[in-house]
C-alpha cells in the first residue's frame, strides 16, 4: 500500500465534497513552533472539514508550540560512560550528568498559535557535541533511493536540541574492531540561519561557518541523506565519518544564509518540506518555486507531512490523510513524491512508524540523539540537532564524530508513554570493549544501571527514577568508542 491508497479513498461522502477544497487549498490548523519558541510563521485555522470526526483532518502545527523536553547527557569533564556500572549483576549508581548540549528547549519549531517550548535530548560524549535535508519525471534532484516507494513532504523546523553533556575523552581508546566508522553515519539537523528572533531554532551565521571549517578540517565526508540510507538499507560501506546536513520546515533564512554556503563548500543537504504551509504560502518559508530551483542546484526534498501534526497521538485516519494530502502536492509541484520522511517535533509512536513503513517510505528520522547504523530501525533513525545554545564547534566535533552503540532488544517499543515509571531495556555484545563504562541519562539525570550478563548478551535495565512528565522524554546511552571518540544511542518518548 502507498501514500496515495490511504485517506482519500477512506473518505466519507461529505468528505469527497470537501475533498477537492482541502488537498487543493490545503487549509489546516494553526502550525506549532516545536522548538518551543515563538515562530514568525503563524497557520491560520482554516474552515472545519464536511467529514466524520474520525476522518477530520489533524490540526497542522509546528515543531514550535510543543514545550522543549528536558535532555540530559554527561557534562564536560565527565565522561559519557563515567561512573563505571560495574560487573554483571551488579547496580552503579552514577553521578548527576552535565547538561547536554542538544538538549536546549528550542530545536523543533512549529509555526503554531501560542507555541510551546520544545524539549531538549540529553547527550553524552567527552567532546562537546550539539543537536538542536528524488527525482522522477519532473523531479528535481530526486533521491536515489528506489522509485516504488512513497515519498514524504517538506519538513517543519525542529523545536528543541536535545541536552547533552559531552564526556571526557576517554583516558585509553577502546579497540576500533568493535566500533567501525564503515558502517555508521551521523545526520545533522538544522533549522534556521542567521535568524536571531528564534534562537532555539536557529545557528548564527558564524556557528554554522564553525560546523562548515570543521567539517574541512576534521576529515568528514559530507553525503547526501539518500546515499547513506541506500547504504545502510543494502548493508554497504560508508566512509569513516560520513555525514549528512538536513533542514527542517523550509524556512527562508535558509535561502539567505544556508544553502549559499553549503553550496560554495560543495556539500549536499536534504530539505524536509511540510507543504501545508508553503502552499498556502505562508510568510517566513519557502514557496515552491523556490524550493524547486534550490532542487535544479541539487537540494534534496523529503517529506515533512502535510499540516505538521504529532503522529505520535495522531489517530490513523489523520496521519492518512496528512501523508496522502502532502503527497498530492509533492507530486503537483515538484513531479515526485519523496521517499524520506521526518517525524514533526520528532514524536513517533510504535503505531505511527507502522504507518509510516506501511506507506513505503524508504527512511524515516526522529530528532534524537545518536549514530545511525547497519542495526538502526531505519524508520525511527537519529540526528544530532543544532541550535543557539548548543552549537559550540566541540559539540559539534563530538557530534559528529559519535559512532552507533551497538544495542538489541530495545525496550519498550512504542515510543508513546502513558504515563508511571519506565525502565529503559537493552543489551549489548557481552565482548564489547569497555561496556561497564556505559552510562545512560534521562534529561540531565544520570540513571543507576543494572546489568546482566545472558549468554552472548550483556542485559541492561536502566530504570528512570519517578513517573515521566508529560511532553518529551528523552533518554541517551553512552560508551567511551575507538580513537577517542563515542559510541551514543538515543530515544525519545512522548508523554500525552
Known sequence: MTIMDLAPTRASPMRLLAGAAVLVTLLLAPARDSSGAQTSVTFPMPPPLQAPPTRAAPK?????????????????GQAVAEGKTGAPGTTAAAPPPPAAPGTSKGSDAKPT???????????????PPAQPPAKQPVQPAASKLPPSKPATAPAVPAATPPRETPPPAPAKPAPAATASGAASAVVLQYHRFGDSKHPTTNVTVAQFDAHLAELARGGFKVMRLSDIVT????????????VAITIDDAYRSFLENGWPKLRSAGHP?????????VERKLAGLLTWDEIKAMQAQGLEVASHGHAHISYATAAAPDMAFDLAASAKLFRERLGAVPQLFA?????????????IRAAGF????????????TGSDMHFLPRFPFNE????????????????LPLADVAPQDLLHRGGSLVQRFTLPIDLPRAKDLSCYHEGTRLALRTEATGARLAVQAPVNGPLGKGRQRINCTLPGPGGRWMWWGTQYLVP
Open 269 to 277: 543537504a536534504t530539505l524536509f518540506v511540510a507543504t501545508d504551509g
Open 60 to 76: 497542522a502545527t509546528t515543531d514550535a508550540a510543543r514545550p522543549p523536553s528536558k535532555a540530559a547527557s554527561p557534562q564536560k
Open 343 to 355: 517525524f514533526p517535533y520528532g514524536e513517533a509512536s510504535k503505531a505511527a512508524i507502522e504507518q
Open 113 to 127: 498559535v501560542a507555541p510551546k517550548p520544545a524539549q531538549a535530548t540529553a547527550q553524552p560524549p567527552a567532546q
Open 389 to 404: 545554545q548548543f552549537a559550540s564547534v566541540e559539540r559539534f566535533k563530538l557530534a559528529a564524530a559519535t559512532l552507533p
Open 362 to 373: 524508504v527512511a524515516a528520522f526522529g530528532q534524537q540523539s545518536g549514530a545511525v547504523g
Open 231 to 242: 547504504a545502510l538499507r543494502d548493508g554497504k560501506p560508508l566512509p569513516d565519518r560520513a
